[in-house]
Protein backbone atom coordinates (compact mmCIF):
# COMPACT_ATOMS: atom_id res chain seq x y z
CA UNK A 1 0.00 0.00 0.00
CA UNK A 2 1.61 3.33 -0.79
CA UNK A 3 2.12 5.70 2.29
CA UNK A 4 2.89 9.59 2.09
CA UNK A 5 5.47 11.22 3.97
CA UNK A 6 5.27 15.32 4.20
CA UNK A 7 8.15 17.90 4.16
CA UNK A 8 8.97 21.03 2.29
CA UNK A 9 8.32 21.09 -1.53
CA UNK A 10 11.30 22.59 -2.86
CA UNK A 11 11.35 23.63 -6.94
CA UNK A 12 8.17 22.12 -7.81
CA UNK A 13 7.62 19.00 -10.34
CA UNK A 14 6.85 15.81 -9.76
CA UNK A 15 9.21 12.44 -10.63
CA UNK A 16 9.17 8.84 -9.38
CA UNK A 17 11.89 6.54 -9.16
CA UNK A 18 13.74 4.18 -7.18
CA UNK A 19 15.50 5.16 -4.15
CA UNK A 20 19.10 5.40 -3.05
CA UNK A 21 20.60 6.41 0.23
CA UNK A 22 23.33 8.37 1.04
CA UNK A 23 24.82 5.99 4.04
CA UNK A 24 25.50 8.66 7.28
CA UNK A 25 29.38 8.03 8.05
CA UNK A 26 30.22 4.74 10.45
CA UNK A 27 30.54 4.46 13.96
CA UNK A 28 33.08 2.50 15.01
CA UNK A 29 33.02 -0.29 17.21
CA UNK A 30 34.18 -0.82 20.84
CA UNK A 31 38.68 -1.09 20.69
CA UNK A 32 39.03 -4.45 20.38
CA UNK A 33 42.11 -6.34 21.00
CA UNK A 34 43.79 -8.10 17.50
CA UNK A 35 44.97 -11.52 18.67
CA UNK A 36 48.64 -12.25 17.40
CA UNK A 37 47.30 -15.05 15.23
CA UNK A 38 45.20 -12.96 13.59
CA UNK A 39 47.69 -9.91 12.73
CA UNK A 40 48.37 -10.69 8.88
CA UNK A 41 44.48 -11.07 8.45
CA UNK A 42 43.89 -7.75 9.92
CA UNK A 43 46.48 -6.05 8.27
CA UNK A 44 45.25 -7.23 5.11
CA UNK A 45 41.45 -6.42 5.96
CA UNK A 46 43.12 -2.74 6.13
CA UNK A 47 44.95 -2.23 3.00
CA UNK A 48 42.12 -3.99 0.95
CA UNK A 49 39.84 -1.10 2.57
CA UNK A 50 41.98 1.44 1.30
CA UNK A 51 42.05 -0.14 -2.28
CA UNK A 52 38.30 -1.13 -2.16
CA UNK A 53 37.68 3.18 -1.57
CA UNK A 54 40.39 4.06 -3.78
CA UNK A 55 38.68 1.79 -7.28
CA UNK A 56 35.47 2.92 -5.89
CA UNK A 57 36.45 6.26 -6.64
CA UNK A 58 38.91 6.36 -9.31
CA UNK A 59 35.69 4.70 -11.21
CA UNK A 60 33.27 7.54 -10.17
CA UNK A 61 36.27 10.03 -11.33
CA UNK A 62 36.31 7.99 -14.97
CA UNK A 63 32.70 8.64 -15.16
CA UNK A 64 32.58 12.67 -14.07
CA UNK A 65 34.23 15.49 -16.10
CA UNK A 66 34.85 19.18 -14.64
CA UNK A 67 35.28 20.12 -11.39
CA UNK A 68 33.65 16.73 -9.52
CA UNK A 69 36.87 14.66 -11.64
CA UNK A 70 39.38 16.77 -10.14
CA UNK A 71 37.72 16.14 -6.46
CA UNK A 72 37.34 12.86 -7.33
CA UNK A 73 41.22 12.37 -8.84
CA UNK A 74 42.34 14.27 -5.45
CA UNK A 75 40.69 11.97 -3.33
CA UNK A 76 41.94 8.61 -5.08
CA UNK A 77 45.63 10.03 -4.90
CA UNK A 78 45.22 10.67 -1.04
CA UNK A 79 43.58 7.67 -0.41
CA UNK A 80 45.94 5.56 -2.21
CA UNK A 81 49.01 6.91 -0.62
CA UNK A 82 51.41 4.06 0.23
CA UNK A 83 52.46 6.21 3.23
CA UNK A 84 48.91 5.93 4.70
CA UNK A 85 48.50 2.25 4.27
CA UNK A 86 52.08 1.08 5.85
CA UNK A 87 51.28 4.18 9.03
CA UNK A 88 48.23 1.94 9.09
CA UNK A 89 50.08 -1.56 9.35
CA UNK A 90 52.58 -0.69 11.63
CA UNK A 91 49.31 1.07 14.05
CA UNK A 92 47.76 -2.19 13.90
CA UNK A 93 51.22 -4.28 14.38
CA UNK A 94 51.59 -1.75 17.22
CA UNK A 95 48.33 -3.05 19.00
CA UNK A 96 45.63 -1.04 17.31
CA UNK A 97 42.00 -2.49 15.61
CA UNK A 98 41.80 -2.11 11.66
CA UNK A 99 39.05 0.68 12.31
CA UNK A 100 40.85 2.21 15.09
CA UNK A 101 44.08 2.44 13.29
CA UNK A 102 42.47 3.94 10.17
CA UNK A 103 41.46 6.37 12.00
CA UNK A 104 44.46 6.85 13.76
CA UNK A 105 46.28 7.55 10.53
CA UNK A 106 44.02 9.52 8.79
CA UNK A 107 44.25 11.36 12.25
CA UNK A 108 47.76 11.90 11.58
CA UNK A 109 48.21 12.88 8.21
CA UNK A 110 44.79 15.31 8.69
CA UNK A 111 47.20 17.31 11.58
CA UNK A 112 50.13 17.01 9.06
CA UNK A 113 47.54 18.52 6.70
CA UNK A 114 46.40 21.15 8.80
CA UNK A 115 49.73 22.59 10.21
CA UNK A 116 50.82 22.70 6.21
CA UNK A 117 48.45 25.67 6.05
CA UNK A 118 47.37 27.31 2.80
CA UNK A 119 46.12 25.27 0.10
CA UNK A 120 46.20 22.20 2.07
CA UNK A 121 44.88 22.70 5.18
CA UNK A 122 41.64 23.51 2.78
CA UNK A 123 41.36 19.59 1.74
CA UNK A 124 41.30 18.45 5.69
CA UNK A 125 37.57 17.15 5.06
CA UNK A 126 38.51 15.46 2.24
CA UNK A 127 40.62 13.30 4.71
CA UNK A 128 37.85 13.00 6.89
CA UNK A 129 35.82 11.86 4.20
CA UNK A 130 38.22 9.10 3.04
CA UNK A 131 38.24 8.13 6.41
CA UNK A 132 34.93 7.52 6.72
CA UNK A 133 34.98 5.44 3.55
CA UNK A 134 37.71 3.21 4.63
CA UNK A 135 36.06 2.38 8.04
CA UNK A 136 32.87 1.76 6.67
CA UNK A 137 34.17 -0.77 4.08
CA UNK A 138 36.12 -2.49 6.87
CA UNK A 139 33.36 -3.11 8.65
CA UNK A 140 31.31 -4.20 5.63
CA UNK A 141 28.85 -0.90 5.70
CA UNK A 142 27.88 1.01 2.65
CA UNK A 143 30.10 3.73 1.97
CA UNK A 144 28.99 6.98 2.82
CA UNK A 145 28.98 9.49 0.46
CA UNK A 146 26.99 9.80 -3.09
CA UNK A 147 25.90 6.57 -3.97
CA UNK A 148 26.12 5.53 -7.49
CA UNK A 149 23.46 3.06 -8.10
CA UNK A 150 24.08 3.45 -12.11
CA UNK A 151 20.58 4.38 -12.97
CA UNK A 152 18.77 7.56 -12.53
CA UNK A 153 17.35 7.97 -8.88
CA UNK A 154 15.68 9.47 -6.20
CA UNK A 155 18.61 10.10 -3.77
CA UNK A 156 17.96 9.97 0.13
CA UNK A 157 19.97 11.45 2.74
CA UNK A 158 19.78 12.95 6.01
CA UNK A 159 21.18 16.34 4.26
CA UNK A 160 23.68 17.58 2.27
CA UNK A 161 27.18 19.00 3.26
CA UNK A 162 28.21 21.68 0.94
CA UNK A 163 31.08 19.80 -0.02
CA UNK A 164 28.65 16.86 -1.91
CA UNK A 165 27.13 19.39 -4.01
CA UNK A 166 29.96 19.70 -6.02
CA UNK A 167 29.71 15.67 -7.29
CA UNK A 168 26.08 16.03 -7.17
CA UNK A 169 24.99 14.70 -10.97
CA UNK A 170 21.56 16.20 -12.00
CA UNK A 171 21.38 13.55 -14.60
CA UNK A 172 20.97 11.02 -12.54
CA UNK A 173 19.85 12.35 -9.63
CA UNK A 174 15.90 13.11 -10.63
CA UNK A 175 14.86 14.28 -7.08
CA UNK A 176 16.31 14.93 -3.95
CA UNK A 177 14.74 14.05 -0.53
CA UNK A 178 16.43 14.84 2.79
CA UNK A 179 15.66 14.39 6.16
CA UNK A 180 16.70 17.30 7.83
CA UNK A 181 16.75 21.61 6.37
CA UNK A 182 14.68 24.42 5.65
CA UNK A 183 12.82 25.66 2.95
CA UNK A 184 16.01 28.22 2.49
CA UNK A 185 18.55 26.64 3.89
CA UNK A 186 21.75 25.17 1.74
CA UNK A 187 20.04 22.07 -0.15
CA UNK A 188 16.62 23.73 -0.74
CA UNK A 189 19.33 26.61 -2.92
CA UNK A 190 21.13 23.68 -4.26
CA UNK A 191 18.59 21.81 -5.25
CA UNK A 192 16.93 25.29 -6.68
CA UNK A 193 20.03 26.06 -8.86
CA UNK A 194 20.19 22.26 -10.15
CA UNK A 195 16.29 22.49 -11.09
CA UNK A 196 16.17 18.88 -9.46
CA UNK A 197 12.88 18.81 -7.21
CA UNK A 198 12.93 18.83 -4.04
CA UNK A 199 11.46 17.37 -0.69
CA UNK A 200 14.06 19.00 2.66
CA UNK A 201 12.55 18.57 6.41
CA UNK A 202 10.87 14.44 5.50
CA UNK A 203 10.71 13.03 8.72
CA UNK A 204 11.65 9.58 8.76
CA UNK A 205 12.59 9.73 4.93
CA UNK A 206 16.00 7.70 5.66
CA UNK A 207 13.72 4.64 6.64
CA UNK A 208 12.85 4.33 2.91
CA UNK A 209 14.83 1.56 1.58
CA UNK A 210 17.54 1.44 -1.76
CA UNK A 211 15.31 0.30 -4.68
CA UNK A 212 11.85 0.87 -3.79
CA UNK A 213 9.74 3.30 -6.07
CA UNK A 214 8.94 6.68 -4.70
CA UNK A 215 7.04 9.52 -6.06
CA UNK A 216 8.13 12.90 -5.20
CA UNK A 217 5.98 16.05 -5.56
CA UNK A 218 7.79 18.87 -4.84
CA UNK A 219 4.66 21.41 -5.37
CA UNK A 220 2.87 19.25 -2.50
CA UNK A 221 6.18 18.51 -0.31
CA UNK A 222 5.13 15.07 -0.72
CA UNK A 223 7.01 11.37 -1.13
CA UNK A 224 5.07 8.55 -1.75
CA UNK A 225 6.54 4.84 -1.11
CA UNK A 226 4.98 2.59 -3.62
CA UNK A 227 2.64 4.84 -6.07
CA UNK A 228 0.59 2.95 -8.21
CA UNK A 229 1.08 2.66 -12.18
CA UNK A 230 -1.21 5.63 -13.12
CA UNK A 231 -0.45 7.65 -10.18
CA UNK A 232 2.62 7.66 -11.74
CA UNK A 233 1.92 8.34 -15.35
CA UNK A 234 -0.64 11.37 -14.45
CA UNK A 235 2.18 12.99 -12.93
CA UNK A 236 4.78 12.19 -16.07
CA UNK A 237 2.24 13.76 -17.97
CA UNK A 238 1.55 16.73 -15.78
CA UNK A 239 5.33 17.59 -15.35
CA UNK A 240 5.50 17.65 -19.44
CA UNK A 241 2.14 19.16 -19.49
CA UNK A 242 3.75 22.25 -17.36
CA UNK A 243 6.94 22.01 -19.42
CA UNK A 244 5.77 22.69 -22.63
CA UNK A 245 3.71 25.51 -21.34
CA UNK A 246 6.39 27.26 -19.38
CA UNK A 247 8.58 26.94 -22.90
CA UNK A 248 6.29 28.69 -24.78
CA UNK A 249 6.78 31.89 -23.85
CA UNK A 250 10.71 33.91 -23.68
CA UNK A 251 11.86 37.58 -23.04
CA UNK A 252 11.89 39.74 -20.63
CA UNK A 253 9.04 38.89 -17.59
CA UNK A 254 5.70 41.11 -18.00
CA UNK A 255 2.52 40.65 -16.80
CA UNK A 256 -0.11 40.42 -19.24
CA UNK A 257 -0.80 43.97 -19.57
CA UNK A 258 2.86 44.77 -19.62
CA UNK A 259 4.08 45.80 -16.71
CA UNK A 260 7.40 44.83 -16.62
CA UNK A 261 9.05 42.59 -13.99
CA UNK A 262 12.88 42.06 -14.50
CA UNK A 263 13.40 38.38 -14.07
CA UNK A 264 17.15 37.74 -12.89
CA UNK A 265 18.91 34.31 -12.29
CA UNK A 266 20.81 33.46 -8.58
CA UNK A 267 24.49 32.21 -8.99
CA UNK A 268 26.35 30.69 -6.47
CA UNK A 269 28.94 28.30 -7.91
CA UNK A 270 31.66 28.36 -11.05
CA UNK A 271 29.58 24.95 -12.22
CA UNK A 272 26.26 26.84 -12.41
CA UNK A 273 27.13 29.50 -14.88
CA UNK A 274 27.04 28.03 -18.14
CA UNK A 275 23.63 26.99 -17.23
CA UNK A 276 22.72 30.50 -15.79
CA UNK A 277 24.04 32.37 -18.59
CA UNK A 278 21.99 30.22 -21.34
CA UNK A 279 19.07 30.95 -18.95
CA UNK A 280 16.15 33.18 -20.58
CA UNK A 281 17.07 36.07 -18.44
CA UNK A 282 17.96 39.94 -18.30
CA UNK A 283 20.83 38.62 -15.92
CA UNK A 284 22.28 38.57 -12.58
CA UNK A 285 20.20 39.30 -9.70
CA UNK A 286 22.54 37.54 -7.02
CA UNK A 287 26.00 36.78 -7.29
CA UNK A 288 27.00 34.42 -4.34
CA UNK A 289 30.57 35.17 -4.02
CA UNK A 290 31.14 33.00 -1.17
CA UNK A 291 31.63 30.39 -3.39
CA UNK A 292 35.31 31.74 -3.77
CA UNK A 293 36.00 32.02 -0.18
CA UNK A 294 34.84 28.88 1.42
CA UNK A 295 36.66 26.17 2.32
CA UNK A 296 39.83 28.38 2.51
CA UNK A 297 42.44 29.22 5.15
CA UNK A 298 42.74 32.21 3.85
CA UNK A 299 40.94 35.12 1.47
CA UNK A 300 41.92 34.64 -2.37
CA UNK A 301 44.11 37.26 -4.11
CA UNK A 302 43.29 40.26 -5.68
CA UNK A 303 44.19 38.61 -8.95
CA UNK A 304 42.10 35.51 -8.52
CA UNK A 305 39.40 36.92 -7.63
CA UNK A 306 39.09 39.52 -10.63
CA UNK A 307 39.51 36.31 -12.72
CA UNK A 308 36.56 34.84 -11.37
CA UNK A 309 34.43 38.09 -11.43
CA UNK A 310 35.59 38.53 -14.98
CA UNK A 311 34.35 35.15 -16.46
CA UNK A 312 30.88 36.04 -14.74
CA UNK A 313 30.83 39.17 -16.56
CA UNK A 314 32.15 37.86 -19.95
CA UNK A 315 29.57 35.11 -19.58
CA UNK A 316 26.82 38.17 -18.85
CA UNK A 317 27.67 40.43 -21.37
CA UNK A 318 25.71 43.21 -22.01
CA UNK A 319 23.84 42.03 -18.92
CA UNK A 320 23.16 43.08 -15.88
CA UNK A 321 25.63 41.67 -12.96
CA UNK A 322 24.27 42.04 -9.23
CA UNK A 323 27.33 41.21 -6.99
CA UNK A 324 26.94 40.65 -2.95
CA UNK A 325 30.06 41.23 -1.66
CA UNK A 326 31.49 38.47 0.52
CA UNK A 327 28.76 37.25 3.10
CA UNK A 328 30.69 35.65 5.77
CA UNK A 329 29.69 34.14 9.11
CA UNK A 330 26.39 32.11 10.88
CA UNK A 331 25.27 29.76 7.96
CA UNK A 332 28.30 30.78 6.04
CA UNK A 333 31.82 30.24 7.77
CA UNK A 334 34.60 31.25 6.75
CA UNK A 335 37.72 30.10 9.14
CA UNK A 336 39.62 34.03 8.53
CA UNK A 337 36.69 35.91 8.44
CA UNK A 338 34.46 34.65 11.15
CA UNK A 339 34.81 34.22 14.69
CA UNK A 340 34.44 31.30 16.27
CA UNK A 341 33.59 32.68 19.98
CA UNK A 342 30.23 33.95 19.57
CA UNK A 343 27.22 32.35 21.12
CA UNK A 344 24.68 33.13 18.42
CA UNK A 345 26.47 33.28 15.14
CA UNK A 346 23.26 34.20 13.24
CA UNK A 347 23.22 37.70 15.15
CA UNK A 348 27.29 37.83 15.00
CA UNK A 349 29.80 39.44 13.19
CA UNK A 350 28.72 38.60 9.85
CA UNK A 351 27.89 39.89 5.65
CA UNK A 352 28.61 43.57 5.70
CA UNK A 353 29.55 43.60 9.22
CA UNK A 354 33.00 41.14 8.97
CA UNK A 355 33.99 44.28 7.01
CA UNK A 356 33.95 46.57 9.53
CA UNK A 357 36.22 44.33 11.90
CA UNK A 358 38.66 43.91 8.90
CA UNK A 359 38.44 46.45 6.14
CA UNK A 360 41.05 44.84 3.89
CA UNK A 361 38.72 41.94 2.77
CA UNK A 362 35.63 44.38 1.22
CA UNK A 363 38.56 46.68 0.02
CA UNK A 364 40.31 43.89 -2.05
CA UNK A 365 37.12 42.56 -2.87
CA UNK A 366 35.81 45.91 -4.69
CA UNK A 367 39.59 46.54 -6.05
CA UNK A 368 39.01 43.04 -7.74
CA UNK A 369 35.51 43.68 -9.02
CA UNK A 370 36.77 47.19 -10.45
CA UNK A 371 39.34 45.40 -12.39
CA UNK A 372 37.18 42.98 -13.58
CA UNK A 373 34.38 45.38 -14.27
CA UNK A 374 36.68 47.82 -16.28
CA UNK A 375 36.39 47.04 -20.02
CA UNK A 376 32.98 44.49 -19.43
CA UNK A 377 30.26 44.81 -21.40
CA UNK A 378 27.92 43.51 -18.19
CA UNK A 379 26.07 46.51 -16.08
CA UNK A 380 28.12 46.12 -12.74
CA UNK A 381 26.19 46.49 -9.72
CA UNK A 382 27.39 45.46 -6.33
CA UNK A 383 25.25 45.50 -3.31
CA UNK A 384 26.30 44.53 -0.04
CA UNK A 385 24.51 41.32 2.89
CA UNK A 386 22.80 41.95 6.06
CA UNK A 387 22.67 45.49 6.18
CA UNK A 388 21.15 46.73 9.31
CA UNK A 389 21.70 50.84 9.11
CA UNK A 390 21.04 53.26 6.64
CA UNK A 391 24.32 54.79 7.62
CA UNK A 392 26.20 51.39 7.17
CA UNK A 393 24.34 51.50 3.62
CA UNK A 394 25.72 55.03 2.96
CA UNK A 395 29.48 53.70 4.15
CA UNK A 396 29.25 51.40 1.99
CA UNK A 397 28.13 53.14 -1.03
CA UNK A 398 30.85 55.34 -0.76
CA UNK A 399 33.43 52.65 -0.82
CA UNK A 400 32.26 51.16 -3.94
CA UNK A 401 32.17 54.06 -5.83
CA UNK A 402 35.46 55.35 -4.64
CA UNK A 403 36.67 52.40 -6.49
CA UNK A 404 34.98 53.29 -9.47
CA UNK A 405 31.94 51.39 -9.55
CA UNK A 406 28.68 53.28 -10.26
CA UNK A 407 25.93 51.36 -8.92
CA UNK A 408 25.77 50.48 -5.08
CA UNK A 409 22.92 48.84 -3.21
CA UNK A 410 21.78 47.18 0.09
CA UNK A 411 20.08 43.83 0.95
CA UNK A 412 17.26 44.15 2.65
CA UNK A 413 17.52 41.00 4.87
CA UNK A 414 16.94 42.57 8.99
CA UNK A 415 13.61 43.80 9.96
CA UNK A 416 15.27 47.49 10.41
CA UNK A 417 16.19 47.85 7.23
CA UNK A 418 12.94 47.14 6.36
CA UNK A 419 11.36 49.52 8.72
CA UNK A 420 13.91 52.24 7.42
CA UNK A 421 13.72 51.44 3.94
CA UNK A 422 13.05 54.82 2.78
CA UNK A 423 16.27 55.86 4.37
CA UNK A 424 18.28 53.48 3.08
CA UNK A 425 16.82 53.55 -0.90
CA UNK A 426 18.04 57.36 -0.22
CA UNK A 427 21.89 56.05 1.12
CA UNK A 428 22.42 53.82 -2.05
CA UNK A 429 20.85 52.92 -5.65
CA UNK A 430 18.74 50.09 -5.33
CA UNK A 431 17.36 47.15 -2.37
CA UNK A 432 17.01 43.94 -2.91
CA UNK A 433 15.08 41.81 -0.47
CA UNK A 434 17.01 38.28 0.87
CA UNK A 435 13.66 37.04 2.01
CA UNK A 436 15.76 33.61 3.74
CA UNK A 437 17.23 35.80 6.15
CA UNK A 438 14.65 38.37 6.78
CA UNK A 439 12.10 35.01 7.34
CA UNK A 440 15.32 34.36 9.60
CA UNK A 441 15.32 37.66 11.39
CA UNK A 442 11.55 38.70 11.51
CA UNK A 443 10.72 35.45 13.09
CA UNK A 444 13.74 34.75 15.21
CA UNK A 445 13.93 31.13 13.71
CA UNK A 446 16.78 29.95 12.48
CA UNK A 447 16.86 28.98 8.93
CA UNK A 448 18.44 25.84 8.88
CA UNK A 449 16.18 24.12 10.83
CA UNK A 450 13.18 22.11 9.92
CA UNK A 451 10.92 22.20 13.06
CA UNK A 452 11.11 25.27 12.65
CA UNK A 453 9.51 25.63 8.62
CA UNK A 454 6.37 27.16 9.40
CA UNK A 455 7.88 30.12 10.68
CA UNK A 456 9.74 30.57 7.37
CA UNK A 457 7.21 30.36 5.42
CA UNK A 458 7.44 33.05 2.69
CA UNK A 459 3.76 33.08 2.71
CA UNK A 460 3.69 34.60 6.16
CA UNK A 461 2.17 37.98 6.47
CA UNK A 462 4.29 39.58 8.67
CA UNK A 463 6.77 38.70 6.00
CA UNK A 464 5.01 40.40 3.46
CA UNK A 465 4.32 43.40 5.18
CA UNK A 466 7.80 44.17 5.45
CA UNK A 467 8.44 43.17 1.51
CA UNK A 468 5.67 46.00 0.67
CA UNK A 469 7.06 48.10 3.13
CA UNK A 470 10.20 48.19 1.39
CA UNK A 471 8.84 47.97 -2.37
CA UNK A 472 6.52 51.18 -1.36
CA UNK A 473 10.04 53.00 -0.12
CA UNK A 474 11.84 52.32 -3.20
CA UNK A 475 8.89 53.18 -5.54
CA UNK A 476 8.18 56.70 -3.48
CA UNK A 477 12.10 57.35 -3.50
CA UNK A 478 12.54 55.94 -7.33
CA UNK A 479 15.22 53.11 -6.50
CA UNK A 480 14.79 49.63 -8.15
CA UNK A 481 13.42 46.84 -5.28
CA UNK A 482 14.09 43.12 -6.10
CA UNK A 483 13.85 40.14 -4.11
CA UNK A 484 16.39 37.51 -4.51
CA UNK A 485 15.14 34.99 -1.73
CA UNK A 486 14.12 31.76 -2.27
CA UNK A 487 10.33 33.02 -2.42
CA UNK A 488 11.04 34.56 -5.97
CA UNK A 489 11.10 31.00 -7.46
CA UNK A 490 7.45 30.28 -6.59
CA UNK A 491 5.27 31.18 -9.64
CA UNK A 492 2.34 32.13 -6.89
CA UNK A 493 4.76 34.04 -4.87
CA UNK A 494 5.81 36.24 -7.46
CA UNK A 495 2.29 37.40 -8.11
CA UNK A 496 2.11 38.50 -4.96
CA UNK A 497 5.80 39.99 -4.97
CA UNK A 498 4.84 41.86 -8.41
CA UNK A 499 1.84 42.90 -6.33
CA UNK A 500 3.88 44.30 -3.23
CA UNK A 501 5.67 46.41 -5.52
CA UNK A 502 8.60 44.72 -6.03
CA UNK A 503 10.36 45.44 -9.58
CA UNK A 504 12.54 42.61 -10.30
CA UNK A 505 12.51 38.83 -9.03
CA UNK A 506 15.67 36.87 -9.21
CA UNK A 507 15.62 33.02 -9.10
CA UNK A 508 17.41 29.62 -9.85
CA UNK A 509 17.46 29.30 -13.71
CA UNK A 510 15.22 26.73 -13.65
CA UNK A 511 12.43 28.59 -11.46
CA UNK A 512 12.03 31.28 -14.13
CA UNK A 513 9.64 30.12 -17.25
CA UNK A 514 7.24 29.14 -14.50
CA UNK A 515 7.56 32.48 -13.25
CA UNK A 516 7.63 34.29 -16.66
CA UNK A 517 4.14 32.09 -17.51
CA UNK A 518 2.23 32.66 -14.15
CA UNK A 519 3.18 36.74 -14.24
CA UNK A 520 2.09 36.98 -18.35
CA UNK A 521 -1.39 35.07 -17.42
CA UNK A 522 -1.92 37.97 -14.89
CA UNK A 523 -2.23 41.82 -15.07
CA UNK A 524 -0.87 44.01 -12.44
CA UNK A 525 -4.29 44.47 -10.60
CA UNK A 526 -4.70 40.74 -10.18
CA UNK A 527 -1.62 40.60 -9.01
CA UNK A 528 -2.25 44.11 -6.04
CA UNK A 529 -5.22 41.83 -5.56
CA UNK A 530 -3.74 38.33 -4.64
CA UNK A 531 -0.83 40.61 -2.85
CA UNK A 532 -3.63 42.22 -0.51
CA UNK A 533 -5.30 39.01 -0.16
CA UNK A 534 -2.01 37.73 0.72
CA UNK A 535 -0.91 39.60 2.94
CA UNK A 536 -4.50 40.87 5.02
CA UNK A 537 -4.88 36.98 5.63
CA UNK A 538 -4.79 35.57 9.48
CA UNK A 539 -1.65 32.95 8.77
CA UNK A 540 0.38 31.78 6.08
CA UNK A 541 -1.64 28.66 5.00
CA UNK A 542 -4.54 30.96 4.54
CA UNK A 543 -2.59 33.72 2.63
CA UNK A 544 -1.09 30.66 0.54
CA UNK A 545 -5.09 29.35 -0.03
CA UNK A 546 -6.45 32.61 -0.86
CA UNK A 547 -3.96 33.00 -4.03
CA UNK A 548 -3.95 29.39 -4.71
CA UNK A 549 -8.19 29.39 -4.96
CA UNK A 550 -7.96 33.21 -6.74
CA UNK A 551 -5.98 30.99 -9.88
CA UNK A 552 -7.92 28.95 -11.54
CA UNK A 553 -5.85 25.67 -12.26
CA UNK A 554 -5.18 26.57 -15.94
CA UNK A 555 -3.99 30.17 -15.32
CA UNK A 556 -1.00 28.82 -13.47
CA UNK A 557 1.70 26.76 -15.42
C1 LIG B 1 18.58 35.75 1.51
O1 LIG B 1 18.94 35.80 2.69
O2 LIG B 1 17.39 35.73 1.14
C2 LIG B 1 19.58 35.71 0.44
C3 LIG B 1 19.22 35.82 -0.81
O3 LIG B 1 20.88 35.49 0.80
P1 LIG B 1 21.47 34.08 1.31
O4 LIG B 1 20.42 33.03 1.10
O5 LIG B 1 22.69 33.83 0.51
O6 LIG B 1 21.75 34.36 2.74
MG1 LIG C 1 20.97 36.28 3.15
Redesign the pocket.
Known amino acids: MATVQRGIGIGGGTVSGPVARMARPPVPPAPRTVPADQLPAEVDAVRAAFTDVAEALQRRADAASGPAAEVLFAQVMMVADPALADRAEALVRGGDDGPRAIDAAFGEFRSALAAAGGLFAERVADLDDLRDRAVAVLLGLPMPGLPEPGHPHVLVAADLAPADTALLDPASVIALVTEQGGPTGHTAILARGLGIPAVVGCAGAEALTDGRLVLVDADAGTVEADPTPEAVTEAAERAARRRRRAAELTGPGRTADGHPVKLLVNLGAPHELSAAAAADSEGVGLFRTEFLFLERTEAPSVAEQTDAYARVFAAFAGRRVVVRTL?AGADKPLPFATATDEQNPALGVRGLRTATRDPELLEDQLHALALAADGASAEVWVMA??VSLPGEAATFADRVRAHGLATAGA?V?VPAAALRAGELAEACDFLSI?T??LSQYAFAADRTLASLAGLLDPWQPALLDLVQLTAAAGTRGGRPVGVC?EAAADPAMALVLTGLGVTSLSAAPAALPEVRAALAAHTLADCQALAEAARTAPDASTARARVADALPEARLP
Request: aromatic share 0%; no cysteine; proline share 11%.
Open positions: DPMMEGNDG
